[in-house]
């Protein structure tokens, strides 16, 4: 575990004294230092970031104790053309991960035991953890169903160390849940979050001003937050493999390759990250659509297709524990004339028959037969919303392009 440092600090703030000696300049040198130390300390933010271990594996093993021990994959069937949502620290020990076929996942791990999702569930205690969250601070938000940033900078309890919140807060996830977390504690999100992934499962991390460059220095761009598959290759290819390869890079030289995200990476590198922790989000509406390799021109395929959408906007749903009472189609031509449609539901759903069944009636009566489709888009608007909202990003392992 990385041990907490009394006080905490941007990785960036110059060492007190470290201009010339105390001659005129010199000392406007040394006030000018304490003033930027002063300021850095005066504006620091304590931040915990949250993530359960092996979330849906997890509780599928508390549900059924007979799987304790044992590598557990939740997802579809291998038999199918399933995909594993997740799977117990055990099964990673094969080389099993979230994403990849089930198929796959079985052909590595034969003995495995295939468990299918309850959504319903994760998303109940879910709620549970986040009552604990609340009761140290309103600052959380939540990314995902398992995790979240807190802000404890100012906090109900008036404690003024975020180790000893994080530790609380691992205890009685523990105590009601009979489910562990891990926790990183830092000065900003970027390196809480890193800070929660170090030491899983059931870790407790704290980055300080004085460590973060040691830890970051070591960590591969793949385990950046914010740096994608996609990216990190590039960065292998362009000999940027660690962060401290990463580091080395020039601002310039680094938008000149990614872009806007490059000014990100300069300054995530070097500990410096502003986001706030947001405490309220609310998506207006979620969708997903998909664009098809050949337009469709028969009313069978296209109801395929919508069943298709209708299950993973659902499933999207439940990740994010929202329902929704309006349904919207959207339909774009092979000579891209678009239309979009939209019904209300009977009641406020997130069930994947529900959306199927509101969405087969909106096609069937306003689809053209004598065109063909190109893209197919489901939406779900009229949200119900509390603060159990979350802004999930996960990559779900399909080419269809979602969007909230
Ligand atoms: P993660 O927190 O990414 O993973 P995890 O909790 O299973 O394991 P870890 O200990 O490494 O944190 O995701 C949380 C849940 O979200 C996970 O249990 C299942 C689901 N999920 C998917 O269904 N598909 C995915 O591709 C990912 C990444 C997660
Ligand atoms: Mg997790
Ligand atoms: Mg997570």
């Known amino acids: 575990m990385h041990r907490a440092r009394a006080g905490y600090g941007q990785a960036d703030i110059p060492e007190l004294g470290s201009g010339p000696g105390l001659c005129p300049l010199g000392l406007i040198c040394f006030l000018l230092d304490v003033f930027v130390v002063y300021r850095s300390l005066a504006f620091m933010k304590k931040i915990i970031h949250i993530d359960m271990d092996a979330y849906f594996a997890a509780i599928e093993i508390r549900e059924n104790p007979s799987l304790k021990g044992k590598c557990v994959i939740v997802g579809g069937s291998p038999h199918s053309r399933g995909v594993v949502s997740?799977?117990?620290?055990e099964a990673r020990k094969y080389g099993v991960h979230s994403g990849m076929s089930s198929f796959q996942a079985w052909k590595l791990c034969p003995q495995a035991v295939f468990v299918h999702s309850s959504f319903k569930l994760y998303g109940e205690i879910s709620k549970q953890i986040r009552e604990i969250f609340y009761t140290w601070t309103d600052m959380v938000e939540p990314m995902s169903l398992d995790e979240a940033y807190l802000d404890v900078t100012?906090?109900?309890?008036?404690?003024?160390?975020p180790e000893k919140i994080a530790r609380m807060i691992k205890d009685e996830v523990m105590k009601q849940t009979r489910l562990s977390c891990s926790a990183g504690v830092s000065y900003n999100k970027f390196l809480a979050k890193i800070g929660s992934d170090l030491n899983k499962p059931d870790g407790l991390s704290v980055i300080t001003a004085e460590n973060a460059q040691e830890i970051l220095f070591a960590l591969p761009v793949g385990k950046f937050h914010g740096i994608g598959k996609v990216t990190a290759a590039r960065m292998q290819k362009m000999g940027i493999k660690t962060g401290k390869d990463l580091y080395e890079r020039s601002l310039r030289e680094l938008i000149r390759?990614?872009?806007?995200?490059?000014?990100?990476y300069y300054n995530v590198v070097r500990g410096v990250d502003d986001r706030e922790v947001v405490n309220y989000w609310e998506p207006k509406s979620i969708s997903c659509e998909n664009t098809y390799y050949e337009d469709i021109g028969e009313l069978d395929e296209l109801l395929r297709r919508i069943r298709a959408l209708a299950e993973k906007l659902s499933?999207?749903?439940?990740?994010?524990?929202?329902?929704?009472?309006?349904l919207i189609l959207k339909i774009k031509y092979a000579n891209f004339e678009q239309i979009t449609r939209s019904c209300s539901l009977s009641e406020s759903s997130a069930d994947k028959e529900i959306l199927y069944q509101a969405a087969e009636q909106l096609l069937i009566s306003n689809w053209d037969p004598s065109r063909k489709v190109r893209l197919l888009g489901l939406g779900v608007g009229k949200l119900d919303c509390d603060k159990d909202c979350d802004q999930l990003e996960l990559d779900l392992p399909d080419r269809e392009h979602q969007n909230i």
């Open 86 to 89: 997740t799977c117990s620290y």
């Open 154 to 161: 100012r906090n109900k309890m008036n404690e003024v160390d």
């Open 257 to 264: 390759h990614f872009g806007k995200a490059g000014h990100f």
């Open 315 to 326: 499933t999207r749903m439940y990740y994010k524990n929202i329902q929704g009472s309006n």
